[in-house]
């Protein structure tokens, strides 16, 4: 059976994570993989608990629902524990600690930054998806920056090209160094 | 989405038909993105597959009404439609969609809609004429929870039965059930292919979560698509009878303006179009109707197997279900568990030969659906005896997940 | 079209012989209609080729079978959203709807209001003859307040639609009325109809002998095409003050005109400014 991964982007309503899921299964589609997207559909479009889930193969994607989580990105406390039920034991958690104030608990690997912040001293708050998503790649290795930047040019608005791919490669350099370059890291968990 | 736009060779101007006769130059748009950036792959949601595969089959008229799950197959549309000369219209309702839609038809444009459950049932009527006056269109229903308003958000797969006997009177109709966004686009293709190649409206029935699924697809060149069209008349107007049978059970069309003048009527008509009640031509010429499907199953069936040839137990599932048989099959197989997946792509008519073959062999028979019990009543009439068909449904607006067709396969195997 | 061409119009060159005898119960006003329609259609020398007549069901639906065209004789209401979509796909058609009351106005009121909103340019010909007659009879949107119908066996107590004021406030292009009496008068109205560059809405009062006019006691057909007479009130006498004297008249000729701007015509407008807008690259 070819190898799937299974990620979910989790939050509130109104950070972006649908534009994440877009922007990060863009680039893994760049880097020559499969990737089946979806998400919760639901009336609201501001508040609440909000998702957008991957599953990654290098084949065909058998069954594109996630029911065992590979990554979990956690955005906010509304989602802390939604997914707890859908992680694997050793599942890799990047948590927003901005604002997540309780994160499940088990034997998952947690990357926990606050992400909101740095974004804010980026430039922008609104960039957090982005920095978490530079993190997790920074983890996960599963795509290239070359692919991440077509898919921002492909995906965001141009408005937001530069900010975007600074807040990657922020998220990028913490994952991999633990280090910010242009903001202090002020927790690893 | 930002996709490559390429210059379509089936425009209508192929179809022997005056491409400026809307005066609407057509209009390709420059690469928005570098073009080795994955020329041919795209990642696209399941309804704009629909409606980017339509328009490269050669639709060039769309009718619509909103309806949640499908209404992004309208919104591409929208925005597609005009960049090839062709007409998107948002119609009063979904009567007036499904009527404006066999219109266009009737004009010989090659036209389109989409709609959910409640939609689809008051598509019915026109739909019936469609197939009673055997002009081409495809219709896509994307299947969310009823009945009534139910569930506009959440997936079904419950309109099976209304998609094959929605209609009124014993009718020809073809649906199409893809399970990815992949198959969206290439059953989309087909489903205007046969529907202009038969002459029969043709259903792609998929529900909400292959709708919404956003997947990396292939974008074909057009000469890969192998688009068919309409058998246009070339008969002598004082020879040329509207309805009468050809070798295939199909008649030849005649397009207006082209010096022919047909009647067309939903009532019962003769080989000359015009309505008959006599029972002897009656007879005749709704046997022909009734008959087209039949004569052409090879062309019209479509179905997948995976791991049936030894298969003990082999579960019959469509759409975003027999995503999860798929993996429940492997993971079966891992356990040493001879099962297999009959998938139909056409759901009806049923591929019913190649299925009794693959169910001869099987000892039990399982058909997850989300809804109460639907194909089954199909898969129960096709094996023998019915008792070795086992049903396994859901209908709180979840899918059923690729574990629980394993734990019943599993239960299967140990219940001999 | 001078009067001496007039002559020359044979309505048999616009019919399929093949059809006849026709189905219409003597003394019918949907014939005279018909007459009249196909009479238009010569002065305006329209190709038969050209021509698309898109019928619904009911005894109007069954006229358009009778004229050599492009004949569609679709759904019951629908076939103004039918004509909605053949005139989009083949702007090239001169495409005409032949409707009645009860198909017009009940079962597809809705599409009569769209199709007036829209204002896609082709014609709409409204046989009101106040019954469904090929049903056998019973009550329609336009039936007159006490007369008696096979489901109004008290006699009708629902006040009826003016469709002509319906069609107007809903933005037809050009709206008119007629009666079949006044047959050159009704060739021009359509003849204006056809001519409009828009949707045009046209009522035509016809009347059913046979079962409305028997039921109710209207007399024979010369009775009740003088009765309608006697109570219309032609364009012509608009201006003058004839109402105190004449309460129940209906207006006939032509009754609104709206010169905004065809929905093809808009389409293809914004549809350039679009394109535009997509190839100067943002």
Redesign the interface.
Known sequence: MAKEIEIRLSGSGGQGLILAARILSAALTASGLNVAHSQSYEPTSRGGLSRSDLVISDGEVDYPLVTELDYLVIMDQVAAHASTGLLKADAVLVIDSSRVTSPPKGTFKTHAFPLTEIARKLGSGRVANIVALGVLNGISELCTSESFELAVDDQAPRGFRELNLKAFKEGYTLATTGKAVSAPVVSLA | MCIKKRPLSHSIGELDYDPTHLNLEVYFLPPAISADFNRNRLSVQGNHACALAAVAAGCRFYAGYPITPSSEVAEKMSEELPKVGGIFVQMEDEIASMGAVVGASMGGVKALTATSGPGFSLKQENLGYASMTETPCVIVNVMRGGPSTGMPTRPSQADVMQARWGSHGDHPIIVLTPASVDEIYMETVRAFNLSELLRVPVVLLYDEVIGHLIETIEIREPAELKLLERKWTRAPPEEYLPFAATDDGVPEMARPGDGYRTHTTGLTHGENGFPTQDPEEVDRVMRRLLSKLDRNRTIVESFELLECGDADIVIVAYGITSRAARRAVKLGREHGIKVGLFRPITLWPFPQQPFAEVAALARKVLVPEMNAGQLCLEIERLCSPPSKVSRMNRIDGEAITPIEILERVKALESND | MTEASMHTFEIRDYL?QE?MPHFMCPGCGHGIALRALLWAIYELDID???L?I?SGIGCSGRVG?YI????????HG?P???????K??????EVIVITGDGDCLAIGG??L??ACRRNLNFTCLMLNNEVYGMTGGQVSPTTTVDRFTTTTPLGNHEPGFDSCKLAAAAGAGLVGREITLQVPALKNLIKEGINHPGFAFLEIISDCTEIYGRKNQLGESPEMMLSQKASTRSDVYRNTVDQPFRPNAFETGVLARNDRAEYADN??KH??K??DV??S?D
């Open positions: 399929r059809l038969k080729d050209r698309a898109v079978a050599d065209a492009n004949t569609m004789h679709v759904t629908r103004l959203a039918y004509a909605t979509g053949l989009l796909a083949r702007p090239d058609l809705n599409h209001i769209h389409y293809r549809v350039e679009t394109m997509l190839k690259g």
